[in-house]
T-cell receptor, first 112, second 116 residues
Framework: SQQGEEDPQALSIQEGENATMNCSYKTSINNLQWYRQNSGRGLVHLILIRSNEREKHSGRLRVTLDTSKKSSSLLITASRAADTASYFC????????????FGKGTRLHILP | ETGVTQTPRHLVMGMTNKKSLKCEQH?????MYWYKQSAKKPLELMFV???????ENNSVPSRFSPECPNSSHLFLHLHTLQPEDSALYLCASSQDAKREPQETQYFGPGTRLLVL
C-alpha cells in the first residue's frame, strides 16, 4: 500500500546524539513528507522530498529518499530535549486523486 | 503556532449529547481537513473540503457531520457518539486540495474528545 511504516516504533537516545528514523512504503509515490507531533498536539510539517530527489537538509534535519528500496530516513543531528516527540512519514501517491497517507509514527525520547 | 486554531481543546460528552468542534485557519488556504487520531493507529482522514465543497468522505459514520461555511471555517457536528469515538480530532488546511492534493498540510492543536 501507499502507507508508510516507520521504524523503529520507539527510540530513546542521549541528548547530543544523532537520531535516525526510517520509513518504508510499498507502492510508487510522488513525494514523501515528515511531520513531528508533540504529545497531544497537532502535527508540524518538517520537510518534503519529491520522488526525483535523493536528499534534503533543513537545519539539523537530513532526509534521504531511496525510491528503488521504497524507503526514506530522517536524521536529527545533535539531538536536544525539545526534539522529544513522535515523528510521522506521510506519502503522496502517483495519482492526483491520492491523498497523503500517514504512518503510525516513531516515538523519540531524548534523555538528559 | 501554525495558523490553524481549534476549539474546544478538550471535550467530554455523553452518548446522547450533541456537540460541535470548530476549526479556523488564518492562512488563506482553500482546503481543510478533519482527521481522527486514536492510540496506536495511523492518522485517519475523515473529510476533505476544497473551496467549501466536500471532495472526500472516507466512509465516516453519519454520527459525524461536517460543515464548511467558507474556506476559513470548518465544523464537525457530533451526535449519538460511541465510546470508541474517543480520540484526538485534528483539523488541517492546505493551499488547494484540488490543484495539489499532496502538498504540505498545516495542523491545528486538536480537540481531545472523550465519549462516556
Amino acid at each position: 500500500s501507499q502507507q508508510g511504516e516507520e521504524d523503529p516504533q520507539a527510540l530513546s537516545i542521549q541528548e547530543g546524539e544523532n537520531a535516525t528514523m526510517n520509513c518504508s512504503y510499498k507502492t510508487s509515490i510522488n513525494n514523501l513528507q515528515w511531520y513531528r507531533q508533540n504529545s497531544g498536539r497537532g502535527l508540524v510539517h518538517l520537510i518534503l522530498i519529491r520522488s526525483n530527489e535523493r536528499e534534503k537538509h533543513s537545519g539539523r534535519l537530513r532526509v534521504t529518499l531511496d525510491t528503488s528500496k521504497k524507503s526514506s530516513s530522517l536524521l536529527i543531528t545533535a539531538s536536544r530535549a525539545a526534539d522529544t516527540a513522535s515523528y510521522f512519514c506521510a506519502t503522496g501517491g502517483m495519482n492526483r486523486d491520492d491523498k497523503i497517507i500517514f504512518g503510525k509514527g516513531t516515538r523519540l525520547h531524548i534523555l538528559p | 503556532e501554525t495558523g490553524v486554531t481549534q476549539t474546544p481543546r478538550h471535550l467530554v460528552m455523553g452518548m446522547t449529547n450533541k456537540k460541535s468542534l470548530k476549526c479556523e485557519q488564518h492562512l488563506g488556504h482553500n482546503a481543510m481537513y478533519w482527521y481522527k487520531q486514536s492510540a496506536k493507529k495511523p492518522l485517519e482522514l475523515m473529510f476533505v473540503y476544497s473551496l467549501e465543497e466536500r471532495v472526500e468522505n472516507n466512509s465516516v459514520p453519519s454520527r459525524f457531520s461536517p460543515e464548511c461555511p467558507n474556506s476559513s471555517h470548518l465544523f464537525l457536528h457530533l451526535h449519538t457518539l460511541q465510546p470508541e469515538d474517543s480520540a484526538l480530532y485534528l483539523c488541517a488546511s492546505s493551499q488547494d486540495a484540488k490543484r495539489e492534493p499532496q502538498e504540505t498540510q498545516y495542523f491545528g492543536p486538536g480537540t481531545r474528545l472523550l465519549v462516556l
